[in-house]
């Protein structure tokens, strides 16, 4: 369930970069240890409205519903070069032991 949802997860960050930021370049990074999955999605696209940069912004409906599944929290951030920062943290499970 857990390795699912964090397809998924993913899988949503990139149709919202696909649909709205207009990015040319995407990174992704998956840390996991015995005890934290952390799933971090950033692009170079036009960022969310703001007049202040790298401050935390209420992340999509759909991406804060995903994290709830998966028991974890979602984090979107402005980067200061431009673009959008975005970090799943959720506990592992017993699937990684």
Partial sequence: ???????LFFKECLANVIRHSGATHVTANLDATPTELVLTVTD???G????E?????ISPES???RARL???TVVTTDRPEGGT???LRT???SWWR
């Fill in 1 to 7: 369930k857990t390795q699912i949802g964090v397809a």
């Fill in 44 to 46: 170079n696209g036009k």
């Fill in 48 to 51: 969310l409205p703001s007049k």
């Fill in 53 to 57: 940069s790298g401050i935390a912004r």
């Fill in 63 to 65: 991406l804060l519903r």
């Fill in 70 to 72: 998966l028991h974890g």
């Fill in 85 to 87: 920062r975005i970090t």
């Fill in 91 to 93: 506990k592992t499970k």
